[in-house]
């Protein structure tokens, strides 16, 4: 059974930084297309980030490009969103995404979903 495991969100205040890991169990995502979405309150689930199976590409919504870095480790099945000068408007529920297809742009469609981790971001 696939897990998608993600951890580090809290409640820090704007300007701060966060990082969150996504863990993967079940299978290897080694060759795969790794992300993350996020929802906001009352919003659409929104594309955040995507990395390429190797990490040599990325690809960012362009509200965050720049503020975010994702990142992968094959070896630990495991993706990272490290999140700087953080705002209220970034408060959301951040899931983690593995497998699927990427399309191009914001247009990903996982195959596999964590549960989510709450970041709110105080003014």
């Known amino acids: 059974q696939v897990q998608l495991v993600e951890s580090g969100g809290g409640l820090v205040q704007a300007g701060d930084s966060l990082r969150l890991s996504c863990a993967a169990s079940?299978?290897?995502?080694?060759?795969?297309?790794m992300g993350w979405f996020r929802q906001g309150p009352g919003k659409e689930r929104e594309f955040v980030a995507a990395?390429?199976?190797?990490?040599?590409?990325?690809y960012y919504a362009d509200s965050e490009q720049g503020r975010f870095t994702i990142s992968r480790d094959n070896a630990k099945n495991t993706v990272y969103l490290q999140m700087n000068g953080l705002q209220p408007e970034d408060s959301a529920i951040y899931y983690c995404a593995a497998g699927g297809t990427y399309y191009g742009g914001s247009n990903y469609a996982p195959a596999f979903w964590g549960q989510g981790t709450q970041v709110t971001v105080s003014s």
């Open positions: 079940g299978r290897t995502f080694s060759s795969d297309t």
């Open positions: 990395i390429s199976w190797s990490g040599g590409s990325t």
